[in-house]
T-cell receptor, first 116, second 114 residues
Framework: GAVVSQHPSWVICKSGTSVKIECRSLDFQATTMFWYRQFPKQSLMLMATSNEGSKATYEQGVEKDKFLINHASLTLSTLTVTSAHPEDSSFYIC????????????FGPGTRLTVL | QQQVKQSPQSLIVQKGGISIINCAYENTAFDYFPWYQQFPGKGPALLIA?????SEKKEGRFTISFNKSAKQFSLHIMDSQPGDSATYFCAASPTQGGSEKLVFGKGTKLTVNP
């Protein structure tokens, strides 16, 4: 299957700082990527849809000024958590649409964010 | 109407047994039904997927059964192994209308005892 990477795999930051998470499709181009958040023992919660060259579309209840998404190229989308607070601590996962006949969605390995 | 209901929440199976996880949906616009496997601390991995034009798809020990009229689909894991112990998520999405957003079930934690 197609490979999606995320960097960093984990990050610890102080409250009030900003953190950037990168999502890359390694062996395919992805015009659409998604950002999810997952709490322990829960399902994935879609935060936003990231489209190359255009503004991201945020799900209801997700603060777009807090979670900045930039999809600058066909292989890279970034999520910046601005002015992070402890309640932003979570597992953030991106995915990318591989296109083709079945347009499968492939996920990255996730980024564990801990805000102190 | 956007929900995907998944059951059971947890499942314990003996090695060599069959694991069965069920999902049901309401939105008739859904036409893509993948299953994902997730290990602790990792991202979900696409396991197998089906579209409504077939009633069953098999890949190795994993089989999806799909019942369009009942709006249900299930994952069968044959000859379950301890390495299959993970959380499994069913999902659904429409592929028409420009939206490929997946709607996930709540997950099933599978434990395969040796």
């Amino acid at each position: 299957g197609a490979v999606v990477s995320q960097h960093p795999s984990w990050v610890i930051c102080k409250s009030g700082t900003s953190v950037k998470i990168e999502c890359r499709s390694l062996d395919f181009q992805a015009t659409t990527m998604f950002w999810y958040r997952q709490f322990p023992k829960q399902s994935l919660m879609l935060m936003a849809t990231s489209n190359e060259g255009s503004k991201a579309t945020y799900e209801q209840g997700v603060e777009k000024d807090k979670f900045l998404i930039n999809h600058a190229s066909l292989t890279l989308s970034t999520l910046t958590v601005t002015s992070a607070h402890p309640e932003d601590s979570s597992f953030y996962i991106c995915s990318a649409l591989a296109g083709g006949t079945y347009n499968e969605q492939f996920f990255g390995p996730g980024t564990r964010l801990t805000v102190l | 109407q956007q929900q995907v209901k998944q059951s059971p929440q947890s499942l314990i199976v003996q090695k060599g047994g069959i694991s069965i996880i069920n999902c049901a949906y309401e939105n008739t616009a859904f036409d893509y039904f993948p299953w994902y496997q997730q290990f602790p601390g990792k991202g979900p991995a696409l396991l197998i997927a089906i579209r409504p034009d077939v009633s069953e798809k098999k890949e190795g020990r994993f089989t999806i059964s799909f019942n369009k009229s009942a709006k249900q689909f299930s994952l069968h894991i044959m000859d379950s192994q301890p390495g299959d112990s993970a959380t499994y998520f069913c999902a659904a999405s429409p592929t028409q209308g420009g939206s490929e957003k997946l709607v996930f079930g709540k997950g099933t934690k599978l434990t395969v005892n040796p």
